[in-house]
């Protein structure tokens, strides 16, 4: 035996499945007239809900939305130039050492293979260099 009044849920329900819901509703239904009659209400609303047109703005959302968007910053940073510098500057100093050991080096083989791979590596730790700073440079901008 049901104590309380329905809920706004068991209502709906009801209503939409056309009086075909739990049986303790409806003995509930026969019995209460503010259930009755809130019933009735729904009863009247869900039919217009049904045959609302589906709300429209009459604006265009998209345009609004994209004329509020902050402009992507264009160009070059000032970091950036500074970063594209060191990097050109490691890879001439690179090509400079690789052409001074080759040229004095050339005879020895195991110094010159020996020499490749410590620019080898030299490059790849600016590689990284570059990339921690770069990472550092988005951080500072973002704040
Ligand atoms: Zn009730």
């Not at 009863?43 to 703005?57: N, Q, R, S, V």
Request: charged share 15%.
């Amino acid at each position: 035996m049901r104590t309380g009044h329905l809920t706004h849920e068991e209502m709906q329900d009801w209503v939409m499945s056309d009086g075909q819901g739990a049986d303790e509703i409806g003995a509930h239904l026969s019995h209460c007239t503010a259930c009755q009659e809130e019933l009735a209400a729904y009863k009247l609303m869900l039919p217009m809900l049904e045959t609302m047109p589906a709300a429209a703005f009459d604006f265009d959302v998209a345009e609004m939305v994209l004329a509020n968007l902050p402009e992507r910053q264009v160009g070059v940073s000032v970091g950036m130039v500074m970063v594209y510098l060191m990097v050109g500057a490691g890879v001439l100093a690179g090509l400079g050492a690789l052409y001074v050991m080759t040229r004095y080096l050339a005879f020895n083989l195991v110094a010159g293979i020996g020499a490749i791979m410590i620019i080898s590596v030299l490059g790849f730790q600016i590689r990284e260099m570059v990339k921690q700073y770069q990472r550092q440079l988005r951080l500072l901008e973002h704040c």
